[in-house]
């Protein structure tokens, strides 16, 4: 059995208990109390904070709650991150990302409670309706109706919601419609209303095929949604794409010329092909 | 490291929680021995004496009690205490990785490489304080610059904004080894990957070299002139600007009947030419020559893929 000293183990205990979030005096008290197994006095908790204090750790009492703010043998970050962190703040509030804002800020907690250095921005929630409801819809598996604009016309379609992304510096919902992947501006978007009907996610998304020879096979670097389904004894492989919207894998395959064929489905096969003739005709071939 | 306040300044405080608090923030910096530890407390001034090593021992098994997992010394490492992992370490969640991940790839897209190069720093701080390797590895990845050699993306990334001549050692997709010698370019990031960009001393030709394959920094020298890369300025039509993702340094002109002139500068005819390519029958090149060619070249050759 190893020799501890109780006061010391309780103040790391405690401090083990501020990592993790922000607490009241009756909520750490209650805390620690559960976490040592005996009753820990406002008396005690405060002596604990005292002693962090004491050693240069700095814990300050914001909104009623005792709140970690610095760590003097916490990680230290290079100005050009911290900097980084400002500008990823700003551009996932910018974005309007609502999860990716619920997540970093959650990073952002944590490392604020990790750092030597002062840094606690933290950007605003998301409170976009839209927004909202489509995220709620992707979590709990409901379809979404969205209403949009498009030349100037507005459409109503029912729609697997998949995620929220980035074209350009705007917003883009991604959707699973009549079995392959949409993107719809957000810029374009009247409206997005929680359907009453379960969604089927992405299990009715298209799966592509494609050939990569020799060359390209070796160089290619696989994207998160695909995998490699086959190894030919000429050295090409063949790739399984599955939820890449159609107009971006088409375009991404074209420009790996001769070198990339796509295999299936056949309506694919027969669109890369007519890309490639109208393409032609361009130059009058 | 520690700013103390002065006794005076605090009621009531926990001494053998200070001594504790001291010796962890001293192993979460580098490895220690007893002497060091106790030189370490002496030195923060919470007492006059200097502690036994059984008082350190007791420190150190609470220590193990809170959830800290400490080496015992041995000569192998020098009769130090190494913390190997403690229970404040960053807990970082598939979620916030994800959100990392995102956030990354939109914001690096089309950008100057020096932001995926603050990312990687961020990541690396990051994995370092995470004492799991799967998420340590997660975060890694997600710039895949850890594929790179570290001695040659220092090196390659101290030479930004000089014009010397550099001697490599690359390897080839078919993992030839080979010794390239160029001036010095630029840097830049395409689909996630570090190129570096420069002109052959031999040939004179723009050439490209992926970092991830680039062995070993043989030799650097100091350039002579400025570097003046061949050019290709790509004037080509495009119909339904709106639909495409244009790069940033392309230049819309006038548009005509859903028809807009797009101007690019590019310093590679290979990317140029995949450029072109992505945009499908949207786009018609005028100019130059060279590349409209090309362009016809791999298109012909597509058909017959097709056909």
Known sequence: ?285 | MYTFQTKAEVTQISLTGARLIVILGALMTAPRDLQDLNALISECGLVDKNYSNDTIRIALSTLKAAGCEISRPCKSNDYKYQLLSHPFALKITDEEIAALKTLYANMTRGSDYRIAVKFNELFNTLAEHTFDERLSGELLGITSFCKIEQDVYKKILAQDGKNNIITIVYATPAKKLGTKKFMFGRIFLKSNKLYVEGIDTETNNTVCYNMTRIRQVVKIEQGVSDYKPVVYNVKYLLKNIDNHVLPSEAKAGKSNNNQTEVEIEFTSKFFAVQHILSLGEDCTVIEPAEIREEVISKLMELRKVYA
């Open chain 1, 1 to 285: 059995m190893l020799k501890v000293n109780i006061s010391s183990l309780r103040v790391l205990q405690m401090l083990q208990l501020l990592f993790e979030k922000n607490y009241t005096m009756n909520e750490l008290m209650a805390a620690l109390s559960e976490v040592s197994g005996e009753r820990c006095s406002n008396f005690l908790i405060s002596k604990y904070i005292n002693t962090c204090r004491f050693c240069g750790i700095d814990i300050q009492k914001i909104d009623g709650k005792y709140t970690l703010l610095k760590l003097p043998f916490g990680i230290e970050f290079s100005d050009d991150v911290l900097n980084l962190l400002d500008e990823i703040r700003d551009y996932s509030s910018e974005m309007r990302l609502g999860k990716n804002i619920r997540a970093y800020n959650s990073l952002l907690a944590k490392i604020n409670r990790r750092s030597d250095r002062y840094y606690s921005k933290i950007a605003p929630p998301e409170d976009d309706k839209n927004i909202q409801n489509f995220e709620y819809a992707v979590e709990n598996g409901w379809k979404v109706n969205v209403t949009y604009i498009a030349e100037g016309n507005s459409n109503l379609i029912i729609c697997d919601p998949l995620e929220l992304s980035c074209v350009e510096d705007t917003l883009a919902i991604v959707v699973n419609y009549n079995g392959e992947r949409k993107k719809i501006l957000y810029k374009d978007i009247a409206s997005i209303a929680v359907s009453t009907v379960k969604s089927s996610g992405n299990l009715l998304s298209t799966s592509v095929i494609f050939k990569l020879q020799n060359a390209l096979a070796r160089r290619y670097t696989l994207r998160p949604e695909e995998k490699v389904v086959g190894i030919n004894d000429d050295g090409s492989i063949t790739v399984l794409n599955k939820t890449e919207d159609k107009q971006s894998l088409l375009n991404r395959l074209l420009k790996y010329d001769s070198m990339c064929e796509v295999i299936s489905p056949r309506a694919y096969k027969k669109e890369m092909k007519n890309i490639i003739d109208k393409t032609l005709a361009n130059y009058g071939k």
